[in-house]
């Protein structure tokens, strides 16, 4: 059934920043993802680094845990030829009572090309992008509810890779939405590439409130029929520290009712793609057998996850200085 996408409030800023999905044009999804092909090809290669960052700096400041993400950005400099530096919570004055934009400031001093943030807080991103003044580009890994958009168009990108275009598809996202900022971008993005139909899979215990009218979204209770026919499964985790006391009976149950087994993949189209953004909770949202089964593109995901990385840090970074 067509919905109207929510408003889009315009916060991407792209392409100074890339604090979120909302709002970004298509044209520039398109953008960022014609320029990831290009680096997709280059990770094939035996030489796999450019020039195109020499002289510049990116600083990871990342105040949540992160294997992917973190290693991905870091590894997507080092691949442009930037000078890559990581600060993490645990290690920095943060630690030491310094505040969040003391910390941004202080490393902003330092003039780097880009600041890559992850953070617990939601718009945490958002204020260092205004508090700066746009002196250096800021990219958004991922904050509290609110969104992460290099995981969305690494996404779209393995999508497209696989399939050919957005538009018309069938595209199911199933777990923990309320909590998860990946799905919060993914939505923005299948909006802005006009998905045929984005349909959010949960108990009401795990989806934002009035989702389908405030996300523009089909809603389904009954993971067997919000899965029929699906063009591409989206697996989430359930992200127990964002949680406020249990919103599942148990995690046995929780399978039972949602978990993707390989009967639940045949309800999809039988061509259909299986994702997860990581990491994957086996046995409570996936099983095994789907994981690493012949549908799955989780690793592919993350292998283009680098190409997404570098194709966003060369956009935002590589520009003459601002
Ligand atoms: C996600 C995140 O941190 O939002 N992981 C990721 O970056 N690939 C999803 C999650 O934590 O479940």
């Known amino acids: 059934m067509p919905h109207t996408p929510p408003p889009a409030t315009g916060e991407a800023n792209f392409p100074h920043h890339l604090v979120g999905l909302s709002g970004i044009a298509s044209g520039d999804i398109q953008r960022i993802l014609g320029l990831a ?24 400041l990342f105040l949540e845990s992160s ?36 910390t941004v400031r202080t490393l902003e001093a330092l003039s780097p090309d880009a600041l890559v943030i992850r953070h617990p807080h939601s718009g945490a991103p958002h204020l260092a992008a205004r ?13 509290g509810l609110h969104e992460h958009p290099t995981q969305a168009l690494l996404d779209i990108f393995t999508i497209q890779e696989q399939k050919g275009p957005i538009a018309g598809r069938k595209v199911a996202i199933v777990g923990d939405i309320a909590h998860s900022r990946v799905a919060r971008s993914q939505i923005h993005a299948l909006h802005a590439l006009e998905a045929a139909e984005i349909r959010l899979v949960a108990p009401k215990t795990l989806l934002p409130a009035d ?12 993971a067997d029929a919000g ?14 520290e964002r949680m406020r006391g249990a919103l599942v009976p148990s995690q046995r149950e929780y399978f039972r009712l949602y978990g993707l087994d390989p009967a639940r993949v045949a309800r999809a189209a ?26 799955s593109v989780i690793l592919p995901q993350v292998t283009n996850g680098l190409a997404i990385r570098m194709a966003v840090l060369d956009i935002l970074a590589g520009g003459d200085p601002q």
């Open 37 to 60: 092909g290009t680096y997709r090809r280059l990770t094939d290669q035996p030489d796999k680094k450019t020039d195109r960052l020499k002289g510049r700096t990116v600083i990871n």
């Open 67 to 102: 294997t992917r993400t973190r290693t991905s950005f870091e590894l997507a400099g080092k691949r442009l030829s930037a000078d890559v530096i990581n600060v993490n919570a645990s290690a920095s004055a943060m630690s030491k009572g310094e505040t969040w934009l003391d």
């Open 131 to 143: 508090e700066l003044g746009g002196r250096c580009a800021i990219l958004n890994a991922g904050d």
């Open 211 to 222: 989702a389908a009218a405030a996300l523009g979204v089909d809603v389904y209770h009954d």
């Open 227 to 240: 899965l029929a026919g699906a063009d591409v499964i989206i697996m989430l985790r359930m992200q127990m």
């Open 270 to 295: 039988e061509d259909v793609l299986v994702m997860h953004p990581g990491p994957m909770n086996r046995g409570v949202e996936i099983a095994s057998e789907v994981a690493d089964g012949p549908y």
